[in-house]
């Protein structure tokens, strides 16, 4: 679902970044993560990379959305926790799928908007350009059916 909701928004808003959500999409939702987190790549001669010059919406969206679905997968973990001793274990055991997002409510629709305003305001994007992004990552959410991933599925050829 986060993958369907980049895309999506990406290919609406910055669509000159198409190319590099197809890159991402080629590896698992814990690979994009990983390469997403890693700040220093190397050493630059310039001192600062491309992300600096020009900020990118499709790694911005993707980890608000999994700062999205983490915080509402440890929410949960709290209701639970307050509900009962076993629910808590049992829920500790499972793991949640990445990439995967919950149907939402209002609230919550509400309070993922504003990460997304706030993540790309610090970003430097403009605020034209943010609520358009915003915007769109709820209206994906909102849109997307119950269930649905591709999050995890890793589409590279395996030897």
Do not use: N
Not at 64 to 92: C, I, P, Y
């Amino acid at each position: 679902m986060v993958r369907d909701v980049v895309r999506t928004v990406v290919a609406d808003c910055a669509p000159e970044e198409a190319v590099v959500v197809e890159g991402l999409l080629r590896y698992s939702d814990a690979e994009v993560l990983a390469r997403l987190r890693r700040r220093g790549h190397g050493r630059d001669p310039l001192g600062f990379g491309l992300a600096d010059v020009v900020p990118l919406v499709a790694p911005l969206l993707w980890l608000t959305l999994e700062s999205v679905r983490q915080k509402l997968a440890d929410a949960a973990v709290d209701r639970a926790a307050r509900g009962s001793a076993s629910l808590w274990r049992r829920m500790r055991r499972r793991k949640a799928k990445p990439g995967t997002i919950p149907p939402l409510t209002r609230e919550q629709q509400a309070m993922v908007r504003q990460m997304v305003l706030d993540a790309a305001a610090e970003a430097g994007l403009s605020p034209i350009l943010a609520k358009r992004i915003a915007d769109g990552v709820v209206a994906g959410l909102a849109l997307a059916e119950p269930g649905e991933s591709h999050g995890e599925a890793d589409v590279r050829e395996t030897p």
